[in-house]
């Protein structure tokens, strides 16, 4: 009686691990093409200039497929749709130039003008950027700002393309870039993980919604990449250095090896996943202390971080 009990136990502790790895790595069944499986001839990318929205916007473009660049209009924009151009000269590109710090979304005009022509079926909610040091130390205005462009920004868009999708019944998919500090406390980055966690809360519930309608949702929370991330990501936002960083961004890994990664999640069991270590670990690690456990004792460590010394 007893031993069988024990083994219910067991089984029961078991179970969220082994479903954690069966699902997460769905996306190891293979790369996917996302033209021939939605049909898509258009896609729209965020953060298109640089980093993981660059990376992505090259492999939709290898796969045959036109984009649609938004991203604050600057030079690194303007190098992007030359290099995309040049890589690529039988596809199509399209530029937004806007600001989706702007909470209003009034930059969605420029959006809908420049897309109202063509079916968008592919929508990667990518543009992000991060606002060091603690909470305080830094205007409400800035971590609004920042707030806005990571997920008022992307409520704006899947609301309208996602209600295109299904006025015109067709097949598409709409994927996030989150992070791994979505599931985790990110003190001296407090807007960072909030939004991301947001992210990943919106784009999970409207997968359910949207997948019997042909629409598959998928969020996906990368390890460390190397981009201008760091550096403020190309806004006039000034980053502090975190030591926290330093030691995850030993690993980081280059932006081009993502596309491939998200493209086989896509529409697999895999709608919230985890590529990488970091991310990974960091999972495994809420799974198996519990949050409360976490943020209690995280919180209570704090003052011995460096990274509080340093921005005290
Ligand atoms: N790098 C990492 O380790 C890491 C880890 C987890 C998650 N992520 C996430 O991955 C996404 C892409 O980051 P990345 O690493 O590729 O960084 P990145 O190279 O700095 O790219 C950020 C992109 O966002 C655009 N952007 C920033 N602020 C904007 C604004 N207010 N309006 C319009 N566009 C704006 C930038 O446009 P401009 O070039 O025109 O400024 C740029 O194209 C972000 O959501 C980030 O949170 C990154
Ligand atoms: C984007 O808009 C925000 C909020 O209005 C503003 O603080 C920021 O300076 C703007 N960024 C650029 C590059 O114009
Ligand atoms: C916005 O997203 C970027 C990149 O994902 C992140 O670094 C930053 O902390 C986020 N900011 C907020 C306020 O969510």
């Given at each position: 009686m007893l031993e069988s009990f024990f083994h219910l136990l067991h089984f029961l502790m078991l179970l969220p691990f082994v479903g954690y790895f069966l699902v997460n790595f769905a996306y190891l069944l293979g790369p996917q093409n996302l033209k021939q499986k939605y049909g898509a001839k258009w896609a729209v990318v965020t953060g298109a200039s640089s980093g993981i929205g660059k990376s992505i916007a090259r492999r939709l473009a290898a796969q045959g497929i036109n984009v649609v660049l938004v991203a604050l209009g600057n030079s690194d924009l303007e190098a992007a749709v030359?290099?995309?151009?040049?890589?690529?000269?039988?596809?199509?590109?399209?530029?937004?130039?806007?600001?989706l710090s702007d909470g209003t979304g009034a930059w969605m005009k420029d959006v809908i003008s420049s897309?109202?022509?063509?079916?968008?079926?592919?929508?990667f909610n990518n543009a992000g950027y991060i606002v060091t040091g603690f909470f305080h130390q830094r205007s409400v205005d800035v971590h609004l700002a920042n707030f806005h462009c990571n997920?008022?920004?992307a409520v704006h868009l899947t609301h309208h393309f996602y209600s295109l999708l299904l006025e015109k019944k067709l097949r598409g998919a709409i994927v996030?870039?989150?992070?791994?500090?979505?599931?985790?406390?990110?003190?001296?980055a407090v807007g960072y993980g909030t939004t991301k966690a947001a992210l990943t809360e919106f784009a999970t519930s409207l997968a359910v919604e949207g997948?019997?309608?042909g629409i598959d949702v998928c969020v996906f929370h990368p390890s460390p990449v190397n981009s201008r991330f760091l550096q403020g990501g190309g806004t006039n936002v000034e980053v502090a250095?975190?030591?926290?960083?330093?030691?995850?961004?030993?690993?980081?890994?280059?932006?081009?090896?993502?596309?491939?990664?998200?493209?086989?999640a896509i529409g697999r069991p895999c709608i919230s996943v985890?590529?990488?270590?970091?991310?990974v670990g960091m999972r495994l690690?809420?799974?198996?202390?519990?949050?409360?456990?976490?943020?209690f004792g995280f919180a209570v460590c704090a003052p011995l971080m460096p990274d509080y010394r340093k921005h005290s």
């Open positions: 030359v290099e995309l151009t040049a890589a690529f000269p039988e596809r199509e590109f399209r530029v937004v130039a806007c600001n897309t109202k022509d063509i079916d968008v079926q592919l929508l997920l008022t920004a996030f870039t989150s992070s791994a500090a979505a599931v985790m406390p990110s003190p001296f997948r019997a309608k250095k975190l030591q926290m960083f330093d030691a995850a961004y030993k690993l980081a890994s280059s932006p081009d090896d993502l596309p491939d990664k998200v493209f086989a985890d590529f990488g270590g970091v991310a690690m809420v799974m198996t202390l519990g949050g409360s456990l976490l943020n």
